[in-house]
């Protein structure tokens, strides 16, 4: 892309960083120890994007996964949409899913239900289109769950119910 090698090798480094960073995150048992790795990823990550250099899917899944942990909502929810956004485009519903995901349990967290509703939602047509029962009977749960949570409980019995049919 026009840029040095040296500075290609520079900002490579520094997304091996990354991914080791968020690879020790995932394993450390200490919360104290953890936050502190988390917030350090984070920093990479803005240094990384701030630099120009795109991050990958499985990297922003993970960094909004480490932002939920630690209570940073609105960097978790830019992780994931963002991650949504690059795995709509390339087709990857796999990986989008992932991403919604994440963006249905931020929404509960934050006590958007409608939101989360309509993620579970998106989620249930990625499982339809996929062909995958399993990843349908739980978005539907999702929906359900997204649906009491508004309390529409006859709405969200129905989705229970679709889903207990799977």
């Keep these: 892309n026009g840029i040095s090698e040296d500075k290609y090798a520079e900002q490579y480094a520094l997304v091996r ?29 803005q240094k990384i ?13 993970d960094l909004g996964d480490a932002a939920l942990k630690i209570g940073e909502m609105e ?4 992780y994931y949409s963002q991650s949504q ?9 796999e990986n989008e899913a992932l991403a919604v995901e994440g963006l249905i349990r931020h929404s509960e967290m934050k006590k958007d239900f409608v939101k989360q509703q309509k993620f579970a939602q998106r989620l249930v047509d990625i499982w339809t289109t996929v062909d995958d029962m399993s990843g349908l009977a739980n978005a539907l749960n999702e929906v ?19 889903s207990l049919n799977i």
């Design 49 to 61: 994007q701030k630099n120009g250099l795109e991050l990958e899917i499985p990297e922003l899944l």
């Design 75 to 78: 960097r978790s929810g830019g």
């Design 17 to 45: 960083e990354l991914k080791k960073q968020l690879q020790q995150a995932k394993e450390i048992e200490d919360e104290d120890k953890k936050k502190i790795l988390i917030l350090e990823s984070e920093s990479l990550a």
């Design 144 to 162: 359900g769950s997204a649906l009491a949570s508004q309390k529409k409980f006859k709405d969200a019995k129905e989705k229970y119910t679709q």
């Design 85 to 93: 956004r690059k795995s709509r485009n390339t087709g990857d519903l």
